[in-house]
């Protein structure tokens, strides 16, 4: 198993810019959640899917938008990047809820200039 | 206030010291109590969990959490730089989708 999978790595944006960051997991996980991780301040939810087909906001949604059409995949959308949203971005994925082990992604080191 | 409290750190120790690693929070409905660990550049993965008061103990790592207080601890016994690394808390809900992180602790061990 790969576990939770996320694309790119790295990548720099100019603002007003779009892009979509990719999350794959292979652990046929119902729950999948977006955090993203500025310094000093543990990981903020940004939206989070209990299912394909459904998604919710988490505490810091905007200037996000996601989908979850299959079980295995959740992308994140970011419209119009703004350099407030220069962060690492982290993918995760769990069975039933946060109350059991979620598992993150590698992450994404997003860069907005 | 933070729902979530924790010291960022960094915490420097020699190899061999018990390290403490500490939270509070506010919300008394808070049930479920976790430490995830995270290397530098990789992302968080879970240490130790719990869902009441009291201790739990895996190999040299002892999470303690006390309600009464609402503060968890994380105990680190003959500390090695392998566990050099950023602790950081988190805490649930009964039914919660939101798990909420503290800020988390860099831990540098030094050998």
């Known amino acids: 198993n790969a576990g939770v999978t996320q694309t790119p790595k790295f990548r720099i944006l100019k603002i007003g810019q779009s892009m979509t960051l990719q999350c794959a997991q292979d652990m046929n996980h119902n729950y999948m959640y977006w955090y993203r991780q500025d310094p000093g301040m543990g990981l903020k939810l940004i939206y989070y899917s209990v299912g394909a087909g459904i998604t919710d906001k988490g505490e810091v949604p905007n200037g996000y938008n996601v989908s979850r059409s299959t079980t295995e995949d959740f992308p994140l959308r970011l419209e119009l990047a703004a350099p407030s949203q220069t962060s690492v971005y982290f993918c995760?994925?769990?069975?039933?809820?946060?109350?059991?082990?979620?598992?993150f992604g590698q992450g994404t080191r997003l860069t907005v200039v | 206030q933070k729902e979530v409290e924790q010291d960022p750190g960094p915490l420097s120790v020699p190899e061999g010291a018990i390290v403490s690693l500490n939270c509070t929070y506010s919300?008394?409905?808070?049930?479920?109590f976790m430490w995830y660990r995270q290397y530098s550049r990789k992302g968080p993965e879970l240490l130790m969990y719990?869902?009441?008061?009291g201790n739990k103990e895996d190999g040299r790592f002892t999470a303690q959490v006390d309600k009464s207080s609402k503060y968890i601890s994380l105990f680190i016994r003959d500390s090695q730089p392998s566990d050099s690394a950023t602790y950081l808390c988190a805490i649930n809900m009964e039914y919660g989708n939101k798990l909420v992180f503290g800020a988390g602790t860099i831990l540098r061990v030094k050998s």
């Open positions: 719990t869902y009441s008061s």
């Open positions: 995760a994925s769990s069975t039933t809820g946060l109350n059991t082990e979620a598992f």
């Open positions: 919300n008394s409905a808070f049930q479920y």
